[in-house]
């Protein structure tokens, strides 16, 4: 099966494209960074605090200095990538499986079923992604899991016209009407028929959600409603940056959070771009 895999056309396409390799080598370098890093630091991210040279420079002992607290911002960066990694994961699965199941009741039974979830969707897309998030993240309390609710729930609308729209057009084929003559059920036509159909353009649409993801959850760690301290997170180590006015006197707190920010959304853009030239290649004449 591994061998198969790794014979296919479609990696083969993949791996053939500039930011399908560049995207694939920065999310499984980010991935190993993330499983390893309780491995690879020698620092505690919650404990280990140095008052006495806190802020200082990064040097052989401290690669990427101090922090406003005397914490090792080495340390905190490869936790707050796995912080990161963990939101934006299961945020994304969380809104891919609400979207997918939406999207697929709106364009096979369509009518009122569609004009309720079509009115719905309009409903979250009139507010911008993060006034939606920081709303919801108001109302349930700051904490991690409501950070995943809520980038999940912003992520929900794009699957559902994604889906929506992929079924409309599948509904109509040969193998839809033929599963329909043979007496399938609207959810053995959707689970077995319909849905392996849209699998490649879902995976593309969540790689690139996933992108997303990570910068509104970095942005609700920034405002204070993101993963609460001590548990070290990219955008709340940003915050008490800039809380502790450190921009220019220690610029260091904030160069490498968000330079790692950064190099996530720009994996997952490219590994997502890399995807959709790899299982939707352009057809020549």
């Given at each position: 099966m591994i061998r198969q895999f790794?014979?296919?056309p479609a990696l083969r396409r993949l791996l053939a494209?500039?930011?399908g390799r560049i995207g694939l080598g920065l999310t499984s370098f980010l991935g190993g960074a993330a499983v390893l890093a309780p491995f690879l630091n020698p620092?505690?991210?919650?404990?280990d605090r140095n008052y006495a040279i806190r802020l200082q420079a990064p040097n052989g002992a401290h690669w990427f200095g101090l922090d406003g607290l005397g914490r090792d911002i080495f340390t905190q960066v490869w936790y707050g990538i796995r912080t990161s990694l963990e939101i934006s994961l299961i945020s994304v699965l969380l809104g891919l499986l609400a979207g997918v199941l939406l999207g697929l009741l709106a364009g096979y039974f369509r009518g009122w079923v569609d004009g309720v979830i079509g009115w719905l969707t309009d409903v979250m897309l009139a507010f911008p992604s993060i006034l939606l998030a920081i709303a919801v993240v108001t109302v349930t309390g700051p904490s991690r899991i409501s950070v995943m609710?809520?980038?999940?729930?912003?992520q929900v609308p794009k699957f559902i016209r994604l889906t929506r729209s992929l079924t409309l057009s599948l509904r109509e084929q040969a193998f839809v009407q033929a599963a329909q003559a043979f007496g399938a059920g609207p959810g053995r036509i959707m689970a077995r028929h319909l849905l392996p159909a849209c699998l490649s353009a879902l995976t593309v649409q969540a790689t690139l959600a996933i992108g997303t993801a990570t910068l509104e959850a970095a942005g609700l760690g920034f405002l204070g409603l993101g993963t609460q301290p001590p548990a070290p997170e990219l955008g709340t180590m940003l915050s008490d940056a800039f809380k502790g006015g450190y921009s220019l006197s220690a610029p260091w707190t904030i160069l490498f959070p968000g330079l790692f920010i950064t190099l996530m959304v720009l994996a997952f853009t490219l590994l997502g771009d890399g995807l959709r030239d790899a299982l939707h290649p352009p057809r020549r004449l």
């Open positions: 790794c014979q296919s494209s500039m930011a620092y505690n991210p919650a404990q609710v809520a980038v999940g729930l912003v």
